[in-house]
């Protein structure tokens, strides 16, 4: 379940990323008076801003790793 969650995920990505590129292609051949080097930053800027604010980055850490390690503990 979870290969088919993460597939639909990076497919999603790809796609987002290919459509922003796509857009940045358009602006720089139909001439808009948009800066050059913003347009190039753009597909790179919207992955960075989706990968920070998607639900996966809210997850917590493993349990045990708050917890002191004890050398003598066996079990």
């Known amino acids: 379940m ?3 969650i993460f597939s639909v995920g990076v ?3 790809v796609l987002l990323f290919c459509m ?15 800066p050059y080097d913003l347009a190039v930053v ?3 800027l919207l992955v960075i801003g989706c990968l ?6 809210k997850d ?3 349990v045990v790793l708050g917890k002191p390690y004890d050398r003598e503990f066996i079990g």
């Open 2 to 4: 979870s290969t088919l």
């Open 42 to 44: 753009f597909p790179y």
């Open 60 to 62: 917590s850490g493993p």
């Open 20 to 34: 922003a590129h796509a857009l940045q292609r358009s602006i720089q051949v139909y001439g808009f008076s948009f």
């Open 11 to 13: 497919a999603g990505g």
């Open 52 to 57: 920070a604010f998607s639900f996966k980055s």
